[in-house]
């Protein structure tokens, strides 16, 4: 008995894997259907699948762009303080003195990468038709993860905490001031109104509940950043599980037309 | 295992026929870039953990020097305890006696017992640790409470332009015999 397979017999490897050795085509299967990293991918795909004129890889790339973000993301946690007093002080520190702090340039640029080629990847499948039947609901899904990446983007552009943020998020939570009947300046404002009260005012609407104050502040900024590290992600991991899964039990990648 | 083997092999031998020497070959070339890329991959693993090390150690800190000026021998009177330098620095400047002898010097604000901050009870003329209730005199020593020795002393000396300095990063312990250095107080 050889070395590797003497490895591959020990109580401590069969403990981790629990199939046999890839040697023929059954357990080959069995590899990728019992282990928990693979599990996600098709046992087998169609050759189609596999041509990149085809798919552009695009979901591929989005999905490799976040664990990037993920990875780099974790990493500036270490050193961002979503206070007045540090936000923009430790943003500037990554840039000039912490080592590796290029991590940051990493994570922006990763972010802006992320928008273009999930936007590709929706293009790619409206074009092959892929969101037809039996895959609509995978469809609503993925622009479910599209406005997700979009509401990602725009709650890490509050955090650096400079002039061209919290313009940029004064200007686009001005916005929520003019959604019908929960904006405290939009159409149907006065529907909600209870004895001659108004229900929905600057202190009350949908902005308020975003900005957690009536202009961004330092309360604007705490939300921010436990949404785009802790509230976005997590939902976003989530329907990226039920994406992949879908596409797999939807009969794979589509066909060409 | 080895009935296996014998199957496959005897399956094998019913396909049409390869040249094995070929396969060898291909199955080398596979086996070198499979090799070169997990070498690649593991060296880039290897990079990659050592980066983030160094990224974890911050090269600028916010929390105060450990030397600073606290004043000159002047301002502290006899059986003077400063406080005013616990809060930022973590440091009792006092003018008090160790064995007979008058001197100014610094004790750190840690209680020796579990690591709480002592609080300076002027009416008693004695440190209270808030948490197990421990008990110091002036000089530092332990008296009372669980405590098992002296609060430690921090360097402290004459600068340059005559002023106080203490320097946070050397400890002195009076256990130890440590307190006859004169690193570690200003004669007066």
């Known amino acids: 008995m050889g070395f590797v397979e003497r490895v591959r017999n020990s109580q401590l490897w069969k403990s981790i894997f629990r199939h046999p050795a890839p040697v023929d085509r059954r357990n080959r299967a069995l590899v990728v259907l019992t282990n928990f990293i693979l599990h996600l991918h098709p046992v087998s795909i169609k050759k189609h699948g596999l041509r990149l004129s085809y798919t552009w890889c695009m979901g591929g790339i989005t999905f490799f762009l976040f664990l990037v973000e993920t990875i780099t993301g974790v990493l500036l946690m270490f050193y961002y303080r979503p206070t007045l007093e540090w936000a923009y002080n430790d943003m500037l520190a990554l840039r000039d003195v912490v080592s590796l702090g290029v991590l940051r340039e990493v994570h922006r640029w990763g972010a802006h990468a992320m928008v273009i080629t999930v936007w590709l990847h929706m293009y790619r499948v409206f074009l092959t038709g892929s969101y037809k039947r039996p895959r609509e609901f995978n469809w609503v899904v993925g622009v479910v993860l599209l406005v997700l990446t979009l509401l990602l983007s725009f709650t890490g552009y509050l955090l650096p905490w400079d002039q061209l943020s919290i313009w940029a998020i004064t200007v686009g939570s001005n916005m929520a001031r003019a959604v019908p009947i929960l904006g405290h300046e939009g159409p149907g404002q006065q529907i909600l109104t209870v004895g001659g009260i108004d229900m929905i005012t600057s202190a009350s609407d949908a902005r308020f509940a975003l900005l957690g104050a009536r202009v961004v502040g330092e309360e604007t900024l705490n939300r921010f950043y436990v949404l785009h590290c802790v509230a976005i992600p997590l939902v976003a991991a989530f329907l990226m599980g039920v994406h992949f899964w879908r596409i797999r039990k939807d009969g794979g990648i589509s066909g060409p037309m | ?188």
């Open chain 2, 1 to 188: 295992m080895a009935d296996e083997r014998d199957k496959s092999a005897a399956s094998e031998s019913r396909r049409p026929a390869v040249d094995r020497r070929r396969r060898g070959v291909l199955g080398a070339i596979f086996g070198s870039f499979l090799g070169v890329g997990l070498a690649a991959l593991g060296a880039a693993g290897g990079l990659w953990t050592l980066a983030t090390s160094r990224f974890m150690l911050p090269n600028v800190l916010t929390e105060p020097p450990s030397r600073f000026k606290v004043g000159f021998p002047g301002d502290y009177p006899p059986g003077y305890v400063e406080t005013k330098f616990k809060e930022k620095s973590g440091v009792f400047v006092i003018h008090g006696a160790y064995r007979g002898k008058r001197q100014v010097y610094a004790l750190s604000t840690v209680c020796t017992h579990l690591g709480c901050i002592v609080i300076w009870q002027e009416n008693e003329q004695k440190f209270k640790c808030p948490c197990h209730g421990s008990g110091f005199y002036q000089d530092g020593v332990n008296f009372e409470g669980p405590a098992p020795r002296p609060l430690a002393r921090y360097a402290i000396r004459i600068a340059d332009d005559g002023q106080l300095e203490v320097d946070r990063s050397k400890q002195f312990q009076e256990e130890l015999g440590q307190w006859d250095d004169p690193a570690c107080y200003v004669s007066v």
